[in-house]
């Protein structure tokens, strides 16, 4: 148990619908992100988020939209996605972003498996 | 821009056998290196990191050394057991870059056979 979750575990979408993934850490951190990792492929960076304000976007395409209410919180919004979108999408946190040598304490979540039709 | 390369897998063992996962990486700058696993079902754990040239980072009996002459930093394992069987991406943070962000390999799956 690294202290981050993610729901859900699983999750098959149509081409047409709106879905949300979440992910909760109760360590204090500061500090979240969401990876994508598709079979075959590095791990791709796809947002960081920073004392609630979104720092980084990797030219992620508009129909993922993420949302950071609070520290403790990150969502990922789903709308009109692509077959090529099925992938493992990973939270992950850390206790700063941007200070020396913490940026590698990552904790990652189990991931959601995302199935698009 | 920066990238990292490793081995493709799977590679599978026997119990006891000797392991090496090999790496290397292209940076402009000054980057820390890593080893993440990812067992079955899980999310991924940091294993080992080394910070700067010549650096050893060990865990769980394995081991990577941060050669800066042959951008590398090879994982190495004495004896691996079957709950070693996971896989293994190595990754690297630049210094200067872009806070927070790992460059990661492509993963390399190990399976140890009893």
């Known amino acids: 148990e690294t202290g981050v979750t993610q729901t859900p575990r699983h999750l098959v979408m149509g081409m047409t619908n709106k879905k949300s993934l979440k992910c909760e850490q109760h360590?204090?951190?500061?500090?979240m992100y969401w990876y994508k990792q598709s079979a075959k492929k590095p791990l791709e960076l796809m947002f960081v988020?920073?004392?609630?304000?979104?720092?980084e976007n990797n030219s992620v395409p508009s129909r993922f939209s993420p949302e950071c209410p609070n520290s403790s919180h990150l969502f990922l919004h789903l709308h009109t996605l692509q077959p090529e979108d099925s992938a493992l999408y990973l939270c992950?946190?850390?206790?700063?972003?941007?200070?020396?040598?913490?940026?590698?304490?990552?904790?990652f979540g189990s991931g959601t498996q995302l199935s698009v039709l | 821009g920066d990238s990292v390369t490793q081995m493709e897998g799977p590679v599978t063992l026997s119990e006891e056998a000797f392991l090496t996962i090999n790496c290397t990486y292209t940076?402009?700058?000054?980057?820390?290196l890593f080893w993440y696993v990812q067992y079955p079902g899980e999310g991924l754990q940091l294993l080992l990191k080394?910070?700067?040239?010549?650096d050893k980072g060990s865990n769980k009996g394995f081991e990577a050394t941060y050669r800066k002459e042959t951008t590398s930093f090879h994982l190495e394992k004495g004896s691996v057991q079957v709950s070693d069987s996971a896989v293994y991406f190595c990754a690297l943070s630049e210094c200067g870059g872009s806070q927070g962000n790992l460059i990661f390999g492509k993963g390399t799956k190990l399976s140890v056979k009893p």
């Open positions: 988020y920073s004392l609630e304000e979104r720092v």
């Open positions: 992950a946190s850390s206790q700063d972003q941007g200070l020396a040598g913490l940026y590698e304490k990552l904790f």
């Open positions: 080394a910070t700067k040239a010549d």
């Open positions: 360590l204090g951190h500061n500090a």
């Open positions: 940076a402009t700058g000054y980057p820390s």
